[in-house]
């Protein structure tokens, strides 16, 4: 219903090309980039919906990226907004080809409403996080922003504006729902339904500062495919030979489940000086994501063409590890790997020192190159693909070098 | 190493000296002459033309008008407006039109079709080099050389 709707909304905005072509804008941006890194371990991704990561030896271009977006003046009040970005995915649908297709009102100057698929406003650059030529970043930091799949929102917003002598305030409240695709190892994939999405958001730009806070809760839509087949298995289990059978029944059972998101960001920029921080605080009804802590601290400077910027971001969980099954058999053994696989897919404590290098060769043209250094305390990681991982083979150290052309046209 | 030279410092000139001559002058916003606003402060056109507020002081809603992406007079306008790098308020702008939360001012090629728009549009707003300024339009604000 969701994907009709907005394909009924990108139908309707193709007709009224053809009426108007005269007022038709056409954008564009395009990111190609390329990641090596010295794990063997750890494959390098920066987002968990990226079907590619590079390894020791084996680059990915899984950041790259090409988009085009199209706007429509209907009137000084109205417009029709469509966006779609080619990027590597596990699947390919039309669904996913969206990224935004919406009709923008404004009221009053003061007023704005958006209805169709928007981009999700939840931190600071989740809605431009494919545009690589709009942020300093080689990539955005992998503990805050790799996590949340989700870019886009199937519903309305309403967005009011109020100008002080010096800035400007945002208030914005937007509801709706999402899907976007976790994919991990083992080709395991998980298209994650977000429904019932409330959200407000706060904001206030100067000249220099920009700061913003965010507050959406939302439920999970669905189950995974695997986690229905483990709850069906715990489901036959007896207590005494699982006593935290049912807790764990409760986490695996997604669907229902309510996800908060919590987040504070501040940054200043006077064309020399950059600073730049997120904060954020996940928090759910289920252990399989709970009281996830992430931000990052960046600095820097501008110097001339070239934009330096050091970056330090974190992330860890406080997730619970079952302490599994009281007795052991094959089956048991199975069925404990698969269900903590499961439960601790969030179990993440890691940070990672960034080094990032930006240079303007046009004004539409940017080169970036950036190196991390991440301490990973937990493998496997959501964050990450994984190959020949054990306990006697985990890269806890990992460097990645990243090197991206960025343009916009 | 040629090839390099000719686009980044031979082409711009080119496009700098054939686009008008006048673009040496002193900038001017300019708006309808039945506007009721007698003045825009720099703060107040900061937001109009980096996509934060579109609207006038007495809180009409504006019709911002720029010229096309490249265009000398917008580089030198935005960057003397804002301080900023061209490079920078790209990015800045792609941050703002990519995530949907604002659409790029109309964009026009010439002074003159500048001209032409702001003097049949009650509420636009765009800017031009002093000396193109003529009778049927007003000037709002003036950039100091």
Redesign the interface.
Known sequence: MRSKFVMFLSLLWSLSLSVQAGEL?V?G?ATLDINISNSQTAGIRHVISQPDASYLGEPSFANSSI?L?L?W?SS??L?L?A?TVLKERKEYKLDYLIQ?A?A?Y?L???WQF?IGR??L?LYMMT??RD?G????YGHPPTEFYAVVPHQNLDGIDATY?Y?L??S?LTYKVFAGRSNAPIVSDDDFIWDVELESIYGISLSM?T?NWLLRSNYTITRAGNTNEQQGQLLSALQLIPDNIWPTRQALINSLQIKGKRFNYFTVGAMY?D?QWIIQSELAFIDSDSEVLNHLKAGYVSAGA?IG?DTWLLTLSAATSNNRVDPGPLLSSAQLDALYQGVIRHTNFYLIDQQTWSLSWRR?L???L?VKIQLDHTQADHLPSAFYLHKDLSSSNYDKYFQSLGLSLNW?F | MRLKQFF?IILPWLLFVTCSANTTDTLVVIVHPGNLNQHISQ??L??LYMG????FPD?????VLDYE??HPLR?LFLTSL???????I???W??V?????A??P??YQSIDAILEEVASTP?AIGYVPASAVTEDVKVVYRFVQ
């Open positions: 804008k954008d941006f988009g977006q706007d003046q000084s009040q417009q907004v966006q935004m919406f923008r404004t009053t100057p003061n958006r928007t981009g406003d809605e431009y545009i030529f709009a942020f300093n504006t100008p002598e010096q400007v730009q000249q920029d064309s501008h063409e303007d046009t004004s539409t940017a916009v | 980044s703060h107040q900061v937001d934060k507020y579109a609207a809180g009409t809603l504006a019709k992406q490249g580089t804002t301080g900023r790098p061209i490079g920078q790209n990015a800045y792609s941050q039109k990519f995530s949907g939360k659409s790029f109309q964009a509420d």
